[in-house]
């Protein structure tokens, strides 16, 4: 963050307050970069160890950017697969809840040859030694939720470094490496699941929502009403995104599956498996519950779709009208 996160003041209207962004950076070794904060009064978090990040500026043109230029006037860091993670929150000085977009990516350098512009110092940690360390509660879970998804082989010492404070060339791994390829190792490369709500009315349109534009993904773009697994089934996670973002009722015994699209976004980025599933019944009518993700829900015909609209999206609607089981995006 900035040191002076303006965007945290809780002085300022809650409805013009800039949207935040910061990087979860990880070596792949098991360690995650944490940046010691100045030990400032009335700055965000001081003296604690946090995530380099801050506010959203007049000339971001999205949160991506906004991480990308915060890590560049920070630390001089460049990190060319930078990927949402998820939306913490942070609470201003009256406890009023502020989101923070989290970004992910890979970087396996030395932070002593890091330019560090704000705060004290950058170190490598392992999580478990985070729990001895002057941190918010929030940013070691979310550590600890990435580590999870992290195979145990990738969880070792770290790799060595050469004299240039990079990882020495016989253990660093292709870069980029192609999607399609094993882990370091031979580890399996855990998928990420994400489930979609398949909504048809009776005239045979489709339920989509609008994103808001400053969404981690697909900002100001139409998609399924979609979530990510925690520790439920998939369909429990359905079930539980429909009633969240949009107030729907749904039977588990009403639910079927319909559609996956296997998918990479951008090669080398960790793979996705997006499953759709249909509701047959439900009741409610779709409200917008989760203005900070969604700003409008519509219906639409499957063959006028509208625009901008995520691709896989797309395609997932026209194989469950061809009757298709499932696609493949971004392999090749």
């Known amino acids: 963050m900035n040191e002076e ?15 935040n962004a910061s990087a979860l950076i990880h070596n792949g070794s098991g360690e995650y970069l944490l940046h010691l904060r100045d030990q400032i ?4 978090e001081p003296g604690s160890w946090s995530l380099l990040g801050g506010g959203r500026e007049p000339g971001d043109r999205s949160l991506e950017e906004t991480v990308r230029r915060e890590l560049r006037e920070e630390a001089g860091l460049d990190i060319p697969d930078l990927a949402p993670f998820a939306v913490e929150e942070a609470l201003g000085s009256d406890g009023t809840p502020l989101p923070i977009h989290i970004f992910v990516g890979h970087w396996a350098g030395a932070p002593a040859t890091l330019d560090l512009t704000e705060g004290v110092m950058l170190h490598w940690f392992r999580p478990e030694v985070m729990p001895r360390l002057r941190m918010a509660p929030a940013t070691l879970e979310l550590v600890r939720r990435h580590a999870e ?12 470094l050469d004299g240039a404070g990079t990882v020495a060339d016989a253990r660093r791994p292709p870069h980029p490496r192609g999607p399609s390829a094993p882990a370091p190792g031979g580890n399996a490369v855990l998928n990420v699941i994400g489930v979609h709500l398949y909504l048809e009315n009776a005239h045979g349109e489709v339920l989509l929502g609008l994103r808001h534009p400053d969404s981690a993904y697909a900002g100001a773009t139409w998609h399924f009403l979609a979530g990510h697994c925690e520790r439920e089934s998939a369909v429990a996670c359905l079930i539980r995104e429909a009633r969240e973002e949009a107030g729907l009722v749904i039977d588990a015994k009403d639910v079927e599956f319909v559609h996956a699209v296997h998918l990479v976004d951008t090669p080398g980025m960790q793979p996705r498996m997006q499953m759709v599933f249909r509701a047959r019944r439900w009741t409610g009518v779709p409200e917008i519950l989760e203005p900070d993700k969604c700003v409008s829900w519509s219906w639409w015909r499957p063959e006028a779709l509208p625009e901008p609209i995520v691709p896989y999206t797309r395609a997932a609607i026209e194989g469950i009208q061809a009757g298709r089981l499932y696609t493949e995006w971004g392999w090749s």
Request: glycine share 12%; aromatic share 4%.
């Open 5 to 19: 996160t303006p965007q945290l003041d809780s002085a300022v209207p809650r409805g013009h307050r800039p949207a």
């Open 41 to 44: 009064p009335g700055i965000w």
């Open 149 to 160: 998804m992290v195979p145990a082989g990738q969880r070792g010492a770290a790799p060595p």
